[in-house]
């Protein structure tokens, strides 16, 4: 089988990437490098089931040229950050929205069998309570919440009104290996450790207490291929948390990056903790109900976040200059 990975340089691009062609599928990569990395996809380039097409999924050209042939699609490019998408709305908006219906359009044509994309936990807005239920969202925070919202409205109306198979995987704090700890708009972990590892005191927005469902990138691989694979008929046109179903404290999380971290270098558990302003869109705490992935694709992550950041850790010190 024949899969288009968009974003396919990018952080969970990449390990999706690596994953399928590992299994024998013929993986075709679309990346406009924008925040994807060459580094990443370095290994895949010599491969004979590997094709990469540099282009811009804001291109509907670049989008009908890489789903031919195609499959499945697993739609992974986008402008992330919430931070990033309340400097820069526009461009955050052209991209995860104008570019995600280019792909889906492009997608129907080519008569792709299944749409499997990135959505995100952001959709959850204000709704206060937990664990998040997929049928239960809030008000959006922030832009970047409004294009993830936006993506599932039209995946929907796509498979009602033209026929093609479409999941949306509501991402919920992902992290692992090769997730870039560099630029304004790194994610928390990669950050931290880079930090740590660093001897820098690590900011922590608020008071520590925020909390989100970490989610190790084996537990997001695995979803990824059940909502490719997935014959259950009522399991598909919808979306799911894909998480590992608990909840870690900002606190608590630098305290295992520490303790793990020391394990290679003890300096690190000397490390002051600094304490800044909430950030702006911020959710005060995150928490998925995997109850609907686990009965219709059966879905049984392996990875909580203690095992997850151990893996994580070994791997930035394996990978990063110190």
């Not at 089988?1 to 969970?12: E, K, S």
């Not at 697993?74 to 995860?96: F, K, W, Y």
């Not at 870039?180 to 990669?190: E, N, Q, S």
């Not at 686990?294 to 850790?313: D, F, S, W």
Request: proline share 4%; hydrophobic share 40%.
């Amino acid at each position: 089988m024949n899969i288009l990975i968009t974003g396919g340089a990018g952080f969970i691009g990449s390990n999706l990437t690596e994953y399928f062609l590992e299994k024998g599928y013929e993986v075709v990569c679309l990346d406009n490098f924008a925040t994807g990395h060459r580094h990443n996809i370095a290994l895949f380039l010599e491969h004979p089931k590997y094709r990469l097409i540099e282009g811009d999924i804001r291109n509907l050209s670049d989008c009908q040229k890489a789903v031919e042939g195609i499959d499945y699609v697993l739609h992974q490019a986008a402008l992330g950050s919430v931070p990033r998408s309340i400097n820069d709305p526009i461009t955050t908006n052209e991209v995860n929205v104008s570019g995600f219906l280019n792909m889906l359009t492009a997608s129907r044509d080519a008569k792709v069998k299944r749409f499997v994309y990135a959505a995100s936990s952001s959709t959850y807005g204000d709704s206060q309570g937990l664990p998040k239920v997929e049928e239960v969202i809030g008000k959006p925070l922030s832009p970047y919440a409004i294009t993830k919202y936006v993506n599932e409205l039209y995946a929907d109306i796509f498979s009602k009104a033209y026929g093609i198979e479409t999941i949306g995987l509501r991402y919920f704090n992902v992290f692992g290996r090769r997730q870039d700890p560099k630029g304004a708009y790194a994610a928390v972990i990669p950050k931290f450790v880079m930090q740590l590892m660093q001897y820098e005191s690590p900011m922590i927005n608020g008071d520590g207490l925020h909390s989100r469902d970490f989610t190790y990138i084996d537990n997001v691989i695995q979803m990824n291929e059940l909502a490719m694979t997935t014959t259950n008929p009522e399991a598909v046109n919808t979306v799911y948390n894909t998480a590992f179903g608990d909840r870690t404290t900002l606190t608590q999380l630098v305290g295992l990056l520490k303790e793990y971290l020391a394990l290679f270098d003890p300096k690190i558990a000397e490390v002051e903790v600094l304490h800044g302003p909430n950030r702006a869109g911020d959710i005060p705490h995150s928490l998925a109900s995997i109850e609907k992935a686990k009965q219709l694709l059966g879905y049984a992550p392996k990875y909580a976040i203690q095992e997850g950041l151990q893996q994580a850790v070994a791997w930035y010190f394996s990978n990063l200059d110190k």
